[in-house]
């Protein structure tokens, strides 16, 4: 191999033959193998194969009823991530990063995966380093923040190491691959965090600590009710069924089966709008999120850049190429830079030969110019407030001020000599606002969702952009330089919406400031002066048309770069959130009753009253079947609170009722004599009213789709009772246990109002000290 030609294809097929190709480790989809694997073989489903092989022993086949419902959320569970894995997969083939390799002599376009050690690779600002290499020409600026925490940009020349990961800032380079795949330092640094589980959303991990905890119980529980029942006389069979009953009532089947199935189609129905989630959390944080910072440039305005007129230092209008105009041609063109001010710039110009023995410094983010030295001369372009001597400044202000309050960015294009700065002209660019951004904005403001904009460019200039994209307070802004103490950016975030001449570093600050005030904060970006920011905040998000390096480090890209799907992203996420939160409250109300009673009837030393058909008739039509079809509902309310508080204290009212009532009817049938068939059925029907109690006060305000699922859940119950009493246990009632059932129906009513004023006061109060 020779550094002009590269790698022959024999060379690259021999090493991808032996395993040398950069193939990292998916990160964003199962296979389907363990899809199926994690569906089947869960804990849940052991117990109740267990369960199954206990009520085969005690002869009571007919009370599997619990089984085909198991098995129909195992297969629906399947089907569904299934499905979204499909799409998804498809999607992400777009977002795969392509590089320019050498090979044969010639420059080919190459996948991220396609490459191999040895490759000769081409590296410019914006792209993320795909493997260890070293730099065989070229010298460019590089960010390593994303590996070491540092966000000081590192200068790389010939025989310099570069660590995948990393990305270039400014700057080209040819670079030799040298350790590839998982041989490279960031799939070793991957490899070594995978160690330690990823902190799952704040959601997710209440559910999983609920399951935990129920896991954690039935046994014990189980099997002192199977013990309690034997010392009471009862035989194998009895004391198995009324184990059986209270476990599969203490067992919250469906509830992960329902996050999981949720989550998966919010990503397959975004995946739809060429959004990618690299990071399933990102839905819940950004459907909580309290404030979302831009940038002007490809959020609110369109990619694209066109250079609306050159002027003097006098705002004179330059008509005509003048000897400064043509030497920003050749400038232009001696420059590495591809960013969009750059092609704006040499779509604009007239095309110019490149200055010979010219020393350049690329764009940095953190100066704000690049530079050219030739023939004794010193150029520069860049911001004129970073350039521009105070002298010289003020000279200009009013030509400068009258472009930015049109929402023009303007660039200097100087000579310096000495510490004299001369100004040669001045370039105006604008894009235009998108024209679906009023709207989109106007959505988060109706949804309480702050914004504020973060912008390397003019404050002035932002300010007046993001008034015409209708952004609220949009007029407040101020010039980031001004913001030289962690005070000031404090003050700052509070009452001003619009943060010009950012350094990267400050972008940062910003985002840290805000989450000091307790505020959840989603970011967007496109370059690589974004990254800090991104990483830092609670959700990030990156534009398709971005550098690659964005794309790589945000949680969720934009694929075709419309800001306006945030919208949907938002929506979803408040979706899954209100909705699982709904269909979490009625898993939990049958767990912690059922937990009650089983705990009543072992210290109380009675029987169990439900039978497992019983259970699985109220899991039916008072849990499962609203929980799934009321999660499938659009809900765009902003969740305020602990997830885990607030589903207790709105499960925890009814489920102390229903204890108390049962356990009242257990108590009055000792006194009357009421048979346990009848005391069994009428648990039934008293647990059935408060499920329906408790499923209205959920839908509202109710809506056509709600009542219809209430209804239809209603109808259901009544048909299986009358239809299928056999199957179920339910029985006719005599008239002594028909009073007592309505009797405590009724009463039902009374206590269940009592408890949740009683219950929902204490969580305000909660609620209320823990916010002070």
């Known amino acids: ?57 005690a002869g009571s ?42 090979r044969d002599g010639k ?57 995948s990961g990393s990305f270039v800032t400014a700057g080209k380079l040819v670079t030799r691959l040298v350790r590839v795949g998982a041989d490279s330092y960031a799939s070793q640094l991957t490899a070594q965090a995978k160690q330690a589980k990823e902190k799952p959303s704040q959601m997710v991990a209440d559910i999983e600590r609920i399951i935990l905890v129920s896991g954690i119980l039935v046994i014990p529980v189980g099997g002192m009710l199977y013990w309690q029942g034997v010392n009471e006389g009862l035989g194998f069979s009895e004391s198995i069924m009324a184990m059986v009953g209270a476990v599969i009532g203490m067992i919250p089947e469906g509830l992960y089966l329902l996050v999981t199935i949720a989550l998966a189609l919010s990503a397959m129905r975004l995946a739809k709008q060429k959004v990618l989630l690299h990071d399933m959390r990102s839905i819940e944080e950004l459907a909580r999120v309290d404030v979302l910072c831009v940038d002007k440039t490809g959020t609110i305005t369109s990619d694209e850049m066109s250079v609306r007129e050159l002027f003097d230092r006098d705002g004179n209008a330059i008509e005509s190429p003048n000897d400064a105009a043509e030497l920003l041609a050749h400038y232009i063109q001696s420059v590495p830079d591809s ?73 200097a294009f100087v000579e310096a000599k000495d510490e004299q700065v001369t100004p040669l002209l001045f370039v105006a660019i604008s894009n235009a606002v998108r024209a679906n951004a009023p709207e989109t904005f106007a959505e988060f403001a109706r949804q309480g969702v702050e914004v504020k904009v973060i912008s390397g460019d003019n404050p002035l200039t932002v300010s007046k952009v993001a008034i015409e994209a209708g952004i609220e307070g949009a007029e407040r802004f101020v010039d980031a ?24 570093e400050q972008k940062r600050q910003l985002v840290e400031a805000l989450q000091a005030k307790g505020k959840r904060v989603a970011m967007t970006g496109d370059g690589v002066n974004d990254i800090l920011a991104m ?73 169990y009253p439900l039978t497992p058909n019983q259970v699985s008739l109220i899991s039916l039509f008072n849990i499962g079947i609203p929980a799934f079809l009321l999660a499938l509902e659009p809900n765009e309310k902003k969740q305020e ?35 346990t068939e009848d005391v069994s059925t009428a648990s039934t029907y008293l647990l059935s009213v408060v499920g329906f109690l408790i499923l209205i006060n959920l839908i509202q305000p109710p809506n056509r789709y709600r009542i219809l699922v209430l209804f239809g859940c209603i109808v259901g119950l009544f048909v299986c009772c009358g239809l299928l009493w056999q199957l179920f246990d339910i029985y006719s009632l005599s008239p002594r246990a028909l009073v007592l059932c309505i009797v405590f129906a009724f009463a039902q009513i009374g206590v269940l109002q009592i408890l949740d004023f009683a219950i929902n006061w204490v969580y305000r109060q909660f609620v209320a000290r823990r916010q002070k």
């Open 61 to 102: 086949y007919k009370s599997l009823t619990f089984l085909p419902v198991i098995v129909a959320n195992t297969v629906i569970g399947i089907v569904q991530q299934l499905r979204a894995k499909k799409v998804l997969d498809q999607l992400a083939l777009l977002d795969v990063s392509e590089f320019t390799a050498i």
């Open 481 to 504: 330089q001004t913001l030289d103490t962690p005070g000031k950016i404090a003050d700052a975030v509070d009452s001003v919406t619009v943060f010009g001449r950012v350094k990267p």
């Open 1 to 57: 191999m020779s550094v002009e030609n590269g790698l022959t294809s024999q060379q690259v097929a021999e090493l991808t033959r032996k395993g040398e190709a950069n193939v990292v480790p998916s990160k964003s989809s199962m296979s389907v193998t363990k899809i199926i694997f994690r569906n089947v073989f869960t804990y849940f489903n052991a117990i109740f194969a267990a369960l199954a092989v206990l009520v085969i022993m």
């Open 107 to 163: 420059d080919v376009k190459v996948a991220s995966d396609a490459l191999v050690r040895g490759d000769l690779v081409r590296l410019e600002s914006g792209q993320q380093i795909p493997a260890d290499a070293v730099v065989v020409s070229g010298e460019a600026g590089v960010n390593e923040s994303l590996l070491t925490g540092e966000s000081d940009e590192i200068q790389k020349g010939v025989g310099d190491e570069l660590m």
């Open 535 to 607: 990483k830092k905040a609670d959700c990030s998000i990156a534009m398709g048309g971005g550098s690659d390096a964005a794309r790589q480090a945000a949680q969720v890209v934009l694929l075709d770069s419309d800001f306006s799907h945030m919208r949907e992203i938002v929506s979803e996420g408040r979706r899954d959130i209100n909705n699982i939160t709904r269909s979490a409250t009625l898993f939990l109300y049958k767990n912690i009753f059922s937990l009650s009673l089983a705990l009543f009837a072992i210290f109380g030393m009675f029987t």
């Open 339 to 411: 960013n969009a001010t750059m092609l704006a710039l040499r779509a604009h110009l007239p095309e110019a030969e490149p200055f010979a023995s010219a020393d350049v410094t690329p764009f940095s983010s953190k100066l704000k110019y690049s530079q050219v030295v030739v023939d004794g001369r010193t150029l520069r372009l860049g911001a004129p407030e970073f350039i521009l001597g105070d002298a010289a400044l003020e000279r200009c202000r009013q030509a400068l001020e009258e472009r930015a309050s049109t929402g023009m960015r303007v660039l």
């Open 641 to 675: 609170g602990n997830f885990l508080s607030t589903v207790l204290a709105r499960s925890l009212p009814a489920s102390l009722t229903s204890f108390v009532a049962i356990a009242d009817m257990m108590l009055f049938a000792e006194l009357f004599g009421i048979s």
